[in-house]
């Protein structure tokens, strides 16, 4: 906090009255008073010595709330394990249904889920919960990118983590025996994003993505073959299942391509193991293959002509749409068709999930929280609320997770964005990351925006009654230092003690990955 527990407020260089004055000659007697008297400061100066510019504020949920204002810090002890229970409060509520927002609300973490949720008023919170004042920040799901590659990289994990990324779905490796044991072991720690993987993509031989790109896939030859190596991708641990349902046409070529009843296997036996299939489409022309099959959903907008009655076809069928309009943009042809597209399908009712084929083509691509991706949603003319959903509840769905994540809900696993601002009238307000939860441990704390304070001086304060005039004050500043000072009566130091604390820094990144704080942890020094 960067208020002062005696009670007075203030930025910069704050002073705020402690005792009496005291005389500059004083006789031993009173030397020896004014040591022991110094000595009680220091131990009250210790505290109530503000806490770092980085350090969280909270309460035991049976004390009564402080009339001071809490601030949302990161410290050590609430960088929350997966058991610990941890208490949101005073926070704007964008759940991820598509419901209004829900002002002062409340949620409530124990053991990495939600264990209740809503209006503060509602939520009982737990006696010994750790309560963190969010200031009326809008708490939110985690996100969720569900069209990325290069995935199995810590460093993209962590990157899309902090940014309020919590889970990533790899939409295609080449095949290794160690795909899935590699996604298990980043999936240990909560500082990486959660890890969706659906290994390679099941084509034929010849297929894509062998073509053009030279690609392994997972290649089938028969309906009854890829009923077999399908269970067995599914034995061997993928999250979903990836078909390549392209001709060729994109690439002004034919691509040998799964054949109906193929693809039409492929999606019962993922269906019958209670999983999903995404389908990768580029032009119009293979759409009748994804309804035929019965797929979940498309993995990239269409960047051709696409009719209304396709459409519509698609919006029965209940199929979702991962746009990755940020694909189109870096190919430099196709985009404006697709953003086109997708507002057509939007306003016909169909159903949009997030997603950017991240590292998809040799191209710069946003890592992090997928601005540009955003932006262009809107261009498409969805609202933020259908864009949250898109990142949140929809993207949940076609990873099979939906039950899980992407709304915040009572047994649900606690991931959680909070960002200072508004996303539903700023969706760039997803930017101003204040606070991430990641299967319910605290990863990220970023310090809330300064706001003006009275500022109180040593000569603004009245003058106490002696013979020297002078004062005994505490004093504090946003660097962290702090100090007792015995002034004397035209408002000069005396005599003084001053403290330096430097805090704990936890690492800290830029939206787009970039570590732009390095981690420390450095002791007080006297000076």
Known sequence: MDTECCGANGVGSTIVLASELVSKQTSPKTRSWKKSLALLLVLALTACAPRSSTSEATRPANEAPSKATVTVRPTAALTAQSDETVALVNGTLVDGTGADPLPDAAVVIQKGRIVSVGSRDE?????????????GATILPGFLNAHVHLGF???????????GVTTVRDLGVSPSPDIFLRRNSLRQDNRNARLVAVGPLVTVPGGYPMVPWGMQGLTVTSAEDAVSKVSQLLDDGADVVKIALESGSTFGRKIPVLSAAEAAAIVQVAHQRGTRVSAHVLASQDLPRVLEAGVDDIAHMVSNSLSDDMIARIVKAGIYWVPTIELWKNVGSGGQQAVSNLGRFVAAGGKVALGTDYAGYAAEFDLGMPVRELEWMLEAGMTAQQIILAGTQNAAYVCNLEHELGTLEAGKIADVLIVDGDPLQDIHALLNV???IHNGEIIRVTPAPPTARPTATANSLPPLSGSGGGRIAFSSNRDGNYGLHIMNSDGTDQWRLTKSLYEDRHPVWSPDGTRIAASRNEPATDL
């Open 123 to 135: 939520v009982h919170v737990p006696a010994g919960a750790k309560v963190i004042d969010v200031q």
């Open 153 to 163: 990289d810590q460093s993209r994990l962590q990157a899309w983590a902090q940014a």
């Open 434 to 436: 204040r606070m991430v």
